[in-house]
């Protein structure tokens, strides 16, 4: 017997970057990709979980949320209703938590739903008086390290499986070993921080001279050595394991993937894949599943895989033992069918002109454009406000609702919209049209 859900009525928090409070302090690190995108962004992305409220949800976030954004979402058909924004020094957690005398009042007997185990969340759900069931931190922290999942996948004799390595001299070997280019793994990394491709002699002797300083100074080796697949498709397979150890599944997505960063997610079509390519994934989700509660885990859980051109199915390149972006993908694709359309979640990173309030601007003309997502006509909708307040450069983050086939249209409309209000993307999909140097907007 399946286990009662909890109250429908949840509070819904970040943030979304907790892998670097899962990984083990005395882990050495690869080097960081550099990248324009900085923290900031990364915090306001807690605002995507916006797409995942129903009624009497009540939404909690690191930054305050513009009228225009809770408006443009609630106008699409999701009821944000955030609670009021806790000030004060600390994460948006620590900072809720020094507030809870205050919100108390509004949320209590509610269901607290966060992005991922973190261990104030005991603390924080009996500040607020509210229900909350979750696997240990220990747990997650276990089962969302690549090397958990990578031991999984080699239990099961499954394809992909990577090298674990934990000394300089066996990752040598087992670089020399994986062929022309070699992924480098650490066992926390995410959207593609903490995986770096080896493409010469030079560029391994530099990653290496860079984990044997740290060796040196006592830190503990800790990766994984994989060949770099030629891609057919990059998908994720996504389920919720019941506390009674039921499974559900919700879907399967294909991700867009430039190197290794997420650029979106949308349904995967049936006829992009073969009868038994979609039968080993589902096989193997539902094997990854029983070992997840076996070890402990309850919840959403994201596994990302890919099929090779060659048709070779890697069911399991990692687990995501928590709420992740495909589980928001997934609340947009529920929310479209309802309406007979079809939705893709879009990540295009930017560049934003200097003394302009990009988002309302943005907003407002899509809406003036009739592209702005009003349930039944196709538009686009910003799930993430404060990713284009926070500095030079910036994130979109949209739902695309569009008829089948009109993803494209519909969303090269939308960017040409936001160029005129000085969002610039950085996406090489996407450019903005030169202006005239007389040009007034200029």
């Known amino acids: 017997m399946r286990a009662v859900e909890p109250p429908k009525s949840s509070v819904h928090l970040g943030p979304v970057g907790v892998e670097d409070s899962?990984?083990?302090?005395?882990l050495a690190t690869l080097p960081r990709v550099g990248s324009a995108h900085g923290t900031a962004i990364a915090q306001a992305l807690d605002e995507v979980l916006s797409a995942l409220s129903e009624e009497g949800d009540r939404l909690i976030t690191a930054f305050e949320l513009p009228p225009e954004f809770v408006e443009a979402m609630r106008t699409a058909g999701f009821p944000v209703n955030p609670l009021p924004h806790p000030e004060g020094?600390?994460?948006?957690?620590?900072?809720?938590?020094?507030?809870?005398?205050?919100?108390?009042?509004?949320v209590a007997g509610m269901t607290l739903r966060p992005y991922a185990a973190r261990p104030e969340y005991e603390d924080l759900a009996s500040a607020l008086d509210l229900a909350y069931t979750a696997p240990t931190v220990e747990c997650a922290k276990r089962v969302n390290s690549k090397t958990w999942s990578n031991d999984v996948v080699l239990a099961h004799g499954w394809n992909g499986a990577a090298w674990p390595v934990t000394s300089?001299?066996?990752?040598?070997?087992?670089?020399?070993?994986?062929?022309?280019?070699?992924?480098?793994?650490?066992?926390?990394?995410?959207?593609?921080?903490?995986?770096?491709?080896?493409?010469?002699?030079?560029?391994?002797?530099?990653?290496?001279?860079?984990?044997?300083?740290?060796?040196?100074?006592?830190?503990?080796?800790?990766?994984?050595?994989?060949p770099l697949f030629d891609k057919r498709?990059?998908?994720?397979?996504?389920?919720?394991?019941?506390?009674?150890?039921?499974?559900?599944?919700?879907?399967?997505?294909?991700?867009?993937?430039?190197?290794?960063?997420?650029?979106?997610?949308?349904?995967?079509?049936?006829?992009?894949?073969?009868?038994?390519?979609?039968?080993?994934?589902?096989?193997?989700?539902?094997?990854l599943c029983k070992e997840l509660f076996a070890a402990g885990y309850f919840g959403p859980v994201d596994i990302d895989g890919l099929v090779a051109t060659d048709g070779t199915v890697v069911p399991c390149l990692e687990v995501n033992a928590r709420v992740s972006m495909g589980t928001v993908a997934l609340a947009l694709t529920r929310h479209a069918a309802r309406v007979g359309l079809h939705a893709t979640l879009e990540f295009i990173n930017t560049r934003l002109d200097?003394?302009?309030?990009?988002?309302?601007?943005?907003?407002?003309?899509?809406?003036?454009?009739?592209?702005?997502?009003?349930?039944?006509?196709?538009?686009?909708?910003?799930?993430?406000?404060?990713?284009?307040?926070?500095g030079e450069r910036g994130r979109l983050v949209l739902g695309v609702f569009h008829p089948p086939g009109d993803a494209a249209r519909v969303l090269r409309e939308a960017m040409g919209i936001a160029c005129a209000c000085g969002i610039h993307p950085e996406d090489q999909r996407y450019s903005c049209p030169a202006r005239p140097a007389d040009d007034p907007e200029r």
């Open 233 to 287: 498709r990059d998908i994720s397979s996504h389920w919720h394991i019941f506390p009674d150890g039921s499974v559900r599944s919700a879907g399967l997505l294909e991700n867009d993937v430039e190197g290794f960063r997420y650029r979106g997610s949308s349904p995967a079509a049936p006829e992009s894949f073969r009868q038994e390519e979609i039968e080993h994934i589902d096989t193997a989700g539902r094997t």
């Open 354 to 390: 200097a003394g302009v309030r990009p988002f309302p601007s943005f907003v407002n003309r899509l809406d003036d454009a009739g592209l702005l997502y009003r349930r039944q006509r196709p538009g686009v909708v910003p799930i993430a406000a404060n990713t284009l307040t926070r």
């Open 89 to 106: 020094v600390g994460d948006v957690v620590a900072r809720t938590l020094a507030q809870a005398g205050v919100l108390r009042p509004q």
């Open 22 to 26: 899962w990984r083990p302090s005395d």
């Open 168 to 226: 300089l001299a066996g990752l040598e070997r087992r670089v020399a070993q994986a062929g022309p280019v070699v992924l480098l793994k650490d066992p926390y990394g995410v959207s593609g921080q903490g995986t770096l491709a080896i493409r010469s002699e030079s560029a391994y002797r530099s990653v290496a001279r860079h984990l044997a300083r740290q060796v040196d100074r006592g830190k503990r080796l800790e990766l994984l050595v994989q």
